[in-house]
Each structure stands twice: as C-alpha cells, then as structure tokens.
Nanobody, 117 residues
Framework: QVQLVESGGGLVQPGGSLRLSCAVS????????MGWYRQAPGKQRELVAA????????YYAESVKGRFTISRDNVKNTVYLQMNSLKPEDTAVYYC??????????WGKGTLVTVSS
C-alpha cells in the first residue's frame, strides 16, 4: 500500500517562498503520476500542479503559473512543490496525491501553508 508523507509547510510572509516535499513509500514511485492539491477553509480541494510518472508533462493551475514549480526525484521517491512569490490567497492545506493509470487516488495527510504578515 502506497504511503505519502508531506512536509515543508509553515508560516511565511507575502512574497516569500516555501518548498513542500512528499515522500512516497510502499510501492514503485516511478509508476505514479503525482499531484499537489490544496484546500482553503470553506473551499473545495483544487489541483495546483501535477507531473506524469516520467516527469515529462506538468500541469499548473492558472492561479500559480509562473510562481510554483512541481518536480519529482524518482531516485529519492519524492515529489516537490517549490512555491515562490506567495500570496495570502495561497493559504491552504496542501495535499500530495499519487495515482497510477486506472488506479485509485492515494493521499497524504496534508501540510498547512499560511501566508500572512
């Protein structure tokens, strides 16, 4: 059973940066497409960024394009989300997702990012 553990969240001032990490274990990491989602209070969970199993094709939500970068390390079994120029509206719990083609979604427990002065 695949397990995902996020880290790297915290409190940051507007304009600052954070890097989230998601360590994956229990299965072959390179088989999974990976994504970062976020859920702000009172809002639905939304896809922020995604990368294919081969790390070739990336997706970004319009609201984070040019500021966030998703990447994966298939040796370290880890996916990252580099977040720059953070805004208060980026405040949310960020979740890591792993999914094989035709398979179920696998989720981490989330890490809280708070952007505030």
């Amino acid at each position: 059973q695949v397990q995902l553990v996020e880290s790297g969240g915290g409190l940051v001032q507007p304009g600052g940066s954070l890097r989230l990490s998601c360590a994956v274990s229990g299965s072959i990491f390179s088989f999974y497409a990976m994504g970062w989602y976020r859920q702000a209070p009172g809002k639905q969970r939304e896809l922020v960024a995604a990368v294919t199993s081969a790390g070739i094709t990336n997706y970004y939500a319009e609201s984070v394009k040019g500021r966030f970068t998703i990447s994966r390390d298939n040796v370290k079994n880890t996916v990252y989300l580099q977040m720059n120029s953070l805004k208060p509206e980026d405040t949310a719990v960020y979740y890591c997702n792993a999914k094989k083609t035709g398979g179920l979604d696998n989720w981490g427990k989330g890490t809280l990012v708070t952007v505030s002065s």
